[in-house]
């Protein structure tokens, strides 16, 4: 663990709340839990800070979420060349392929397959089955 990164991280950031925890999260609006210490520690405790940054307060639907995964990517990438932290994208892909296939698998209508939607309130229609059964 990159002890001196998260030193500095707390000292620019001292409205954030960084925590050792179960798994790498960011709880709006300003709480970042720290997973177990791995080797991509350091990227990923930027990813966490990058939906600080980014404003993200509501993760919404799986397609927002996933948008915003992305959001908090890029601007990881920014802190990462200003904290000197490798930014490998094989890592960055890893972890927006978990919100791909949930986002894949949650869509699919059980009942005819189709790719179905998802509402603000999170539920999920499907076009076909809606309409025609
Ligand atoms: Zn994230
Ligand atoms: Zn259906």
Do not use: N
């Not at 799986?62 to 990438?77: I, P, S, V």
């Amino acid at each position: 663990m990159d002890k001196v990164l998260l030193d500095r991280l707390r000292e620019d950031f001292p409205e954030v709340k960084f925590r050792r925890g179960e798994k790498f999260l960011f709880r709006p609006p300003d709480f970042v839990m720290l997973g177990p210490e791995e080797v991509d520690d350091a990227l990923l405790i930027l990813h966490e800070l990058g939906h600080y940054l980014c404003g993200h307060r509501d993760f919404g639907t799986l397609a927002g979420r996933l948008k915003m995964e992305r959001e908090a990517w890029e601007k990881a990438r920014e802190l990462a060349e200003r904290y000197g932290v490798l930014y490998d994208e094989v890592v960055v892909e890893r972890e927006l392929d978990t919100y791909r296939d949930d986002l894949h698998q949650k869509s699919r209508c059980p009942k005819c397959g189709l790719t179905r939607y998802q509402a603000q309130d999170g539920v999920f229609h499907c076009p076909f089955c809606e309409e025609y059964t």
